[in-house]
């Protein structure tokens, strides 16, 4: 059974950072392509971040520099840095496995998701 757990959210001040982590086991975690979503209530959950097996990567606009993502397949872990946070960053953060890549971006059908974890930017 495929499992992945996030961590690292938390309450953090605007113009700060956090660092998120996603630990998967249960699947070929080397081979498949990982992605970062989040969600606010009342609105869809968007691509944060997504990255291939091969390490190449991609974010939503939003993100303008701000955030990267990457991993480590020797932990089957992956991170996502987020930096210079605002408040519309405030959110659920969730990853995802088992994707695929249309148009070189990540897309989150079928697979797997994680619990999500909560990451609150106060202003």
């Known amino acids: 059974q495929v499992q992945l757990v996030e961590s690292g959210g938390g309450l953090v001040q605007a113009g700060g950072s956090l660092r998120l982590s996603c630990a998967v086991s249960?699947?070929?975690?080397?081979?498949?392509?990982m992605g970062w979503f989040r969600q606010v209530p009342g609105k869809q959950r968007e691509l944060v971040a997504g990255?291939?097996?091969?390490?190449?990567?991609n974010y939503g606009d939003f993100v303008k520099g701000r955030f990267t993502i990457s991993r480590d397949n020797s932990k089957n872990t992956v991170y996502l840095q987020m930096n210079s946070l605002t408040s519309e960053d405030t959110a659920v953060y969730y990853c995802h496995t088992g994707g695929s890549y249309i148009n070189s971006r990540y897309l989150a059908r079928g697979g797997y998701w994680g619990q999500g974890t909560q990451v609150t930017v106060s202003a």
């Open positions: 990255i291939r097996a091969s390490g190449s990567t």
């Open positions: 249960g699947s070929t975690f080397s081979i498949n392509a």
